[in-house]
């Protein structure tokens, strides 16, 4: 492939943060090569289960026993199956060091895990922004809501996030499409919260779902959500935004789009005499064919531990531990999203009810602890994603026949409603929870293996507890029978909500980027996908990097054109 | 990460929809299974017959035989089971046939309905049992393997449920008048 290696702007990683990198860039005029370690994937085209009916798969969507040994790792991830194994690492292929067990999930292709995310959209309160300061588990964040609410609204009003206007203090409305309905037994569990729980709200989530598409999401081609949830195979509609679906296509129609897939980043290179980076040693995947493309803007949007690990592989003379890191901060204060603990039940009395179609999205009960004061023994707050929902009979009575014509036709009948609670709560950012380069084992294209040292401490196990009870006795009171709850015990990272490593700040000796996510000692280089955080808040984080990565995109394309950068 | 992982770790806490056993879902490493641990092709008949005295053929309904579940539990077994699984579960064909031609005088295919249901009733309340004491019982694998193939089959998904595969919309809450279920 031969290609020019002179652009005004590189972005490393196609997924969702790159995506807006990508779009945002392009739209201001800039040439822009985007560089991913993956294989192209084309909107639709690239789709090859999308229609496929339950009776296409030969294992109806598991995998095979051989293929769950060889992949212990990635068939645990969220979604994944027969349906979706396409979008998805082999464990094989691209392995890594777990100094503590740590489930590192990754989709290496054009659109990254923007095709197979979880699709929630919830804004950051100014609570979460304010909190590691005011509570003392982590530093200032650089930015407030204030800072980053017209960027909410600009990425919400693009990709098309779908819900209801709930004036809740934990979760700031925002440029919405309708929301989808809310199911009887959900209704139920509103108005009991309602009733029972001030302060606690159960509400629609912010999903990133064409609920009823605007012409800006018909002009990037795409269409209404059809309500199927089969989304993590790629939606023939576009009903759901992905990098694929909207941004790439969108910064491709401007003509200043190169992408290169295939094209795994080795490091950033820095020019001593500039003071600056002057481009990227990428290697071809394919050929291990090494290249370097210069611009005079490098975006980092490589997933946030691999960004981790293109800065930490980043050495020149004068940063010898990783570009920027003139204080083994790079690397440190990995966070995550503890997804371990989850409750449920059934519930009776609402057998004459039903739906139709399958939503893709839940409801959420808002962030009630610790919000404007701590009032519990952990710090950091928890949002709980729930739903009721009522599939096919699974059993018939005991004294009804266990086999046969009657038994059939009550299992083709609707069962009981259930109840499901499932936690995702912030951790703290710490710096013994750090990933660092292998010192000796390399991959196959020579680039050092990550290290993850990253696990859980007192202070999620108080979460986790928490969320048990509180969850319990919230079940209870809707009315729940047959509950259970559980602790996964999962390793950190199966919540694919890995944060941090680079993260932003006001001070240069305790952070790595400004603001803008500019690095405070390479000032064209800016990181704006999971790396970057100062803390996790606990609302689900990506709408949160397309907004930081569109404002720092405009941000570098002003610098770019007042010649700073 | 989101709304599919609750639903997983829902289906694992309540005891699945998914094939029996917690062993099932165990990935120790085994061995490579001998050819004599493996469905075959000449065993397919018989599965068809136990799925269909499961799920038998009706008015409303076609049987698990139309949905050809001796080849989807064949394919599952052999791909899907662990060796100790698939031994459990093959052992398990040739008890039916033992205690068939001992109690019948015939293999369970020649059976008459009654003689089936009869025979199946019997290992279903052992294997139901089991299950009260978590333990797998091969009739509880072919049950839970003959529910989940129909109703994902063609003819069990559009006939003995509902299937839409493009809904076009989400209405929450609709009034249930006894209709099939959704696929």
Redesign the interface.
Known sequence: MKMENQFDAIVIGSGISGGWAAKELCEQGLKTLVLERGRDVRHIKDYPTMTMNPWDFEHRGRMTKAFYQENPLITKAAGYGEDTAHFFIKDADHPYVQEKPFDWIRGYQVGGKSLIWGRACQRWSDYEFKAPKKYGYGIEWPIGYNDVAPWYSHVEKFIGVCGNEDGIEAMPDGEFLPPFEMNCVEEHMQSTLKEHFPGRHLVQGRWAHLSEPEQVHLDQGRGKCQCRNLCMRGCPFGGYFSSNSSTLPWAEKTGNLTIRPFSVVHSILYDEASGKASGVKVIDTNTKEEMVYNARIIFVNASALNSNLILLNSKSERFPNGLGNDHDLLGRYVSFHNYRAGSGGAIKGFEDHYYYGSRPSECIIANYRNLKERDTDFVGGYTIFTGAYRNRAEEVPEDVPQLGADFKHRLSKPGDWRIYMYMQGETIPKPSNRVYLSGDKTDDWGIPLLVTDVGYDENDEKMVADFLEESQKMLEQMGCTDLYSYDSKQAPGLDIHEMGGVRMGKDPKTSLLNEFNQMHQCKNVFVTDGACMTSTGNQSPSILYMALTARAANYAAEQFKNNVL | ??????????AT??GG??IGSQLFLS?C??PPKKRSELIVDTDVPLLDEIGE????D?D??P?AKAAHIGN?IQ??VN????QEEAALFINGLETIEEQSIEAYGHGFVDLSKEQR?EL??KF?QEA?QHKLLEKPHFFGMM?ELT???Y????PG?TQ??R?????????????????????
Do not use: H, Q
């Not at chain 2, 005295?53 to 038998?56: A, E, K, N």
């Open positions: 990460m989101e709304r599919r992982e609750a639903l997983k770790l829902t806490v309540l929809s998914i990935s490493a085994a005295t499961i799920l038998p009706t409303i309904s049987g989807f394919t599952m791909d899907c089971y662990d249901l199946l009733t279903d139901r049950k529910i989940w193939g109703f994902t089959s063609k998904a003995a449920l299937y839409n595969p493009v809904p076009g919309r989400y209405e929450g809450c609709i009034p249930y008048n006894g209709e099939k279920a959704w696929a």
